[in-house]
């Protein structure tokens, strides 16, 4: 039995759960999102931006067998496009509004687009943010997620100074250590299994630690790449350089079980943690103590060039850099 088509696709899977029924400013979840004036089913939808705030927008496409599994459980690859999309709007330190989704499917498929679209819906929910558009098209399995949030206090990559203090959020190398359990080569106990499903398929995009450094941090970011890369990032648009003390890296317990300095690799390089990583002013250091936030200090932003590693006071070369596409 052929699978509905293009526009009861939309209706059926997506503006039916993402508006009610005369009610265009509303959430099919009944969360109201009243800076929707028109949501799904126009040529644009229209957005009434939050008055005095900055709008933050980022883009991210998910393409199967790159970026998941294409046989994974739609459920679940619809929390990850979603979270990872998030992750971006916390490394800014930016407040989910909206969000528009670009699919393309290699069919028109119920069995899949069912459980797909309550990923979808379940993760908007849970995050505040609404669905208000997107585009449907035929081809290889991808995913594209466009999310915009308001934020009062940005956080860039270019606001650190020489001296401040690098933290990260909970623990690093999770993300890495999930994706041979992911891809079935390896098995893993059912311990790892779960934390690799908890990794993977459902990363916590750190908007708490975000909304709590916002006043405090000089710099941010969402580690997506790998610790190593990502603060790269501020080190360049900052122009400075960091020094990093690697026995002090908080290492994720599913990445401590693959063995020795291969966990401290993983945790530098291996990316998909949709950790932050921030930097501090000496003079805040106290008052961001106080707030008992899961980050850990992890080294000093330097008026060099580049991340230095040091492993209990010795240089430590990591063996390869972040991940790149090309
Ligand atoms: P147009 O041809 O004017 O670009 P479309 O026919 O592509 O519009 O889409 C019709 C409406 O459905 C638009 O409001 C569009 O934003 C929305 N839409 C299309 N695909 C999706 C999707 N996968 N998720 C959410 N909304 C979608
Ligand atoms: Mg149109």
Redesign the pocket.
Known sequence: MPGPG??E??RE???SR?QTEGQPNSGAQGYANQSVVL???????LLNPPTGKILATSVDTLVADVHFPASADPFRIASRALRVNLSDLAGMNAEPLWF????TLPESNPDWLEPFARGLAETAHAYGIT??????TKGPLSITIQVTGACDVPLRRDGASAGDHIFVSNTLGAGAAALPIVLGDIEGSPEQQQQTEAAYYFPEPQFAVARAIGKYASAALDISDGLLGDLGHICEASGLGAELDLERLPIAPLAQSVKGERALQTALTGGDDYQLCFTVPEQHLRALGALQLPITAIGRMNTESGVRCRLHGVDWQPSGTSFQHF
């Open positions: 293009e526009f696709l939309i899977y997506f503006s993402f949501g799904i089913g126009d040529d644009c939808a528009t989704l670009a699919l669905l208000i558009g997107g585009d449907t």
